[in-house]
């Protein structure tokens, strides 16, 4: 599992699941379920891998040279 998210890629993943689990505080009772869902990002963003990229190809980290 090599790590396919990039820095800024990861910053904005952090930003976007705190925002998500915070949501909770701010909408009607049946919609506070849907903060669990800044779980997933927040998760990438701390791993650093993404399955979705992985499926898709893509790799948004800089690339390493091989010396």
Do not use: H
Not at 23 to 46: C, Y
């Amino acid at each position: 599992m090599t790590k396919n998210a990039g820095s800024i890629d990861r910053a904005a993943r952090i930003i976007v699941g705190l925002g998500l689990l915070a949501m909770p505080m701010f909408v009607g009772s049946e919609w506070k379920w849907l903060g669990l869902i800044g779980l997933v990002p927040l998760l990438t963003a701390l791993v650093g891998w993404c399955p979705a990229y992985a499926v898709l190809g893509v790799k948004t980290c800089p690339a390493k040279s091989r010396q």
